[in-house]
């Protein structure tokens, strides 16, 4: 008896790519609804959640470098960044969610680290995590090479490229560092996370 011969037909890699498609979403909306949650508890505390942010230079906060992308500093700042983190997580996610995940903590360290570093105050947010999105939409676009990716990278560049202007220093209340070094590490998991030649 002959092996079975893997579907080939077009709609079957359509299916495969819906099923990714929903997954992404799912993942980024249910991450979306955790941070509003969070920051309905963090108001109904009397912004009690807050202190989980960074806070540069303190050795005793460094593992709040992982808490703070998810927490903001009220619900303005929330809803500021909810369209951008839902449209680019969601892109970012399509392709693979363990890359994505393994692309989320590189840009959460990276970017938690440099503002530890080089932050002047307690600094939360998840425009860590939207900027490194942004650099890791672009570099995959970049470094992959793929039709696709290139699509995303321009299509992305066309409707968030003013994001760059973030990494400057500006607004005093805003952490152009967590947007910098946020952006870097997404650059830099697009790089790692890459497929390699053979691939």
């Known amino acids: 008896m002959s092996p079975p011969v893997p579907d080939q037909r077009p709609s079957a890699g359509l299916a495969t790519q819906g099923a990714r498609a929903v997954t992404a979403a799912v993942l980024v909306l249910a991450v979306t609804a955790v941070m509003w949650l969070l920051e309905i508890v963090d108001v109904a505390t009397d912004n009690s959640l807050d202190r989980y942010g960074i806070q540069p230079r303190d050795v005793a906060d460094l593992p709040d470098i992982f808490t703070a992308p998810f927490l903001h500093g ?8 909810t369209v951008p983190f839902v449209v680019l997580g969601f892109l970012a996610a399509w392709r693979g969610i363990a890359k994505f995940l393994g692309m989320s903590l590189i840009v959460i ?8 570093f080089t932050g002047s105050a307690n600094t939360l947010g998840s425009s860590i995590l939207i900027f490194g999105f942004f650099g890791y939409l672009l570099g995959r676009g970049v470094f992959e090479r793929r039709v696709l990716d290139i699509v995303i990278a321009v299509a992305v ?6 994001l760059v ?8 209340r805003i ?13 830099a998991a697009a790089w790692a996370l890459r497929r390699s030649a053979h691939a």
């Open 74 to 81: 009220g619900f303005d700042h929330l809803t500021g960044n």
């Open 157 to 162: 560049v066309a409707f968030y490229g003013t």
């Open 109 to 116: 360290v990276t970017g938690g680290l440099g503002v530890w």
């Open 175 to 187: 952490s152009w560092q967590g947007h910098l070094f946020g952006l870097i590490g997404g650059v």
């Open 165 to 172: 202007f973030g990494v400057l220093p500006s607004d005093p």
